[in-house]
């Protein structure tokens, strides 16, 4: 019956993520852009989850679980 | 020197501001913005990417870019359809790029790429309540300008003609009609194709001008940048000259005292 389920995950920036239990937003930012927290600070990063921003300051006291949806975004060539 | 643009109190020491939308490589595009002189430049707000092992930092450095030329970022809303949207988008500009400034697009469709007046003063009001310093895209309607100033906006910049069209000014006389009526700066966007268009938004009383394509595309953007940055230049000084009144007749330029009276 285990093999019929979907193996728990979130949504982020639209593609499936397998989480197993609920991360600190700090450490799904740093897995997803390595580069992107230099001294636990992020740099030019933003993220909301499910349709809401989630501040700087929040990241080590928010976490993603299963379900979430979570998009990560940052500054690219445009307009 | 062209003097300063002040924006919410932010001088400004360039009225060209500039977008990086179709440059075809980072590379490229900081030769263009250093030639074009501009201080404050567009920023998109999108996905990262997914890493890939071994693979440079990417898309990431557009913002080490503007950071080591010291140019401001100018987060937009570019692709956004809804209020929501845009203000979320907004939101999390502020956090990713550490300015309140955004430069607001509600879009009203793909095709048109036109904006999409009444929820652009609606996510204006909404941003401006939030402490954003909001410069809208909008159309060349003036009381369409009229309404983003009474909200709040810090400057208005309406299109000269749709986005990367570069058909130039279409409508002179509602840019016009905007620049005289405005109490905040007024940046011409969009529609730019060649320099003299911006030195002709200039002429018609604008304060800046925003583009992007004209000179990313063009064959060589970098002389395109430098040709945009002159042009700016130029009509805003013959503005402070005050042109000659336009005249039904030819008026001759030399006295005809004490011309020559040959019988010929």
């Known amino acids: 019956m285990a093999e019929t389920l979907p193996a728990p995950h979130a949504v982020v920036n639209g593609e499936p993520y397998p989480l197993d239990a609920p991360v600190p937003v700090t450490d799904l930012v740093a897995r997803l852009v390595p580069g992107s927290v230099v001294d636990g600070v992020p740099q030019g990063v933003a993220v909301a989850l499910d349709d809401a921003v989630v501040p700087r300051g929040a990241w080590e006291s928010t976490t993603v679980g299963p379900g979430a949806r979570v998009e990560v975004v940052t500054a690219v060539q445009g307009g | 020197m062209s003097g300063v643009l002040t924006i919410a109190g932010v001088e400004l020491g360039s009225r060209l501001v500039m977008g990086t939308g179709g440059a075809p490589s980072l590379l490229a595009l900081e030769d263009a913005l250093v030639a074009s002189g501009t201080e404050l430049t567009?920023?998109?707000?999108r996905r990262v990417a997914r890493p890939t092992p071994g693979a440079a930092a990417g898309d990431t450095s557009m913002w080490g870019l503007l950071d080591r030329l010291g140019i401001r970022a100018l987060p937009n809303t570019a692709g956004c359809f809804s209020v929501r949207e845009a203000v979320l988008t907004a939101q999390l500009a502020r956090e990713a790029c550490g300015t309140d400034w955004v430069k607001l697009e509600v879009i009203a469709d793909d095709v048109t790429l036109l904006p999409e007046p009444l929820g652009?003063?609606?996510?204006?009001?909404?941003?401006?309540r939030d402490g954003f310093t909001v410069l809208p895209y909008c159309g060349d309607d003036p009381i369409v300008a009229r309404r983003l100033e009474d909200v709040g906006c810090a400057a208005v910049?309406?299109?000269?003609?749709?986005?990367?069209?570069?058909?130039?000014?279409?409508?002179?006389?509602?840019?016009?009609?905007?620049?005289?009526?405005?109490s905040v700066p007024v940046i011409l966007d969009a529609g730019i194709g060649t320099a003299s268009d911006a030195a002709l938004a200039m002429e018609l009383g604008?304060?800046?001008?925003?583009?992007?394509?004209?000179?990313?595309?063009?064959?060589?953007?970098?002389?395109?940048?430098?040709a945009m940055r002159l042009a700016v230049e130029a009509g805003h000084l013959a503005v402070g000259a005050g042109r000659i009144p336009r005249r039904e007749r030819a008026l001759a330029s030399s006295s005809p005292e004490g011309r020559l009276d040959l019988a010929l």
Do not use: F, H, K, W
């Open chain 2, 157 to 182: 910049m309406p299109l000269g003609a749709p986005i990367g069209s570069g058909l130039g000014i279409l409508n002179p006389r509602n840019i016009e009609a905007i620049a005289a009526a405005a």
């Open chain 2, 42 to 45: 567009t920023v998109a707000m």
């Open chain 2, 120 to 128: 652009l003063v609606e996510a204006a009001e909404e941003l401006v």
């Open chain 2, 206 to 226: 604008c304060d800046g001008v925003l583009l992007a394509t004209a000179v990313t595309r063009a064959v060589d953007p970098v002389q395109m940048a430098r």
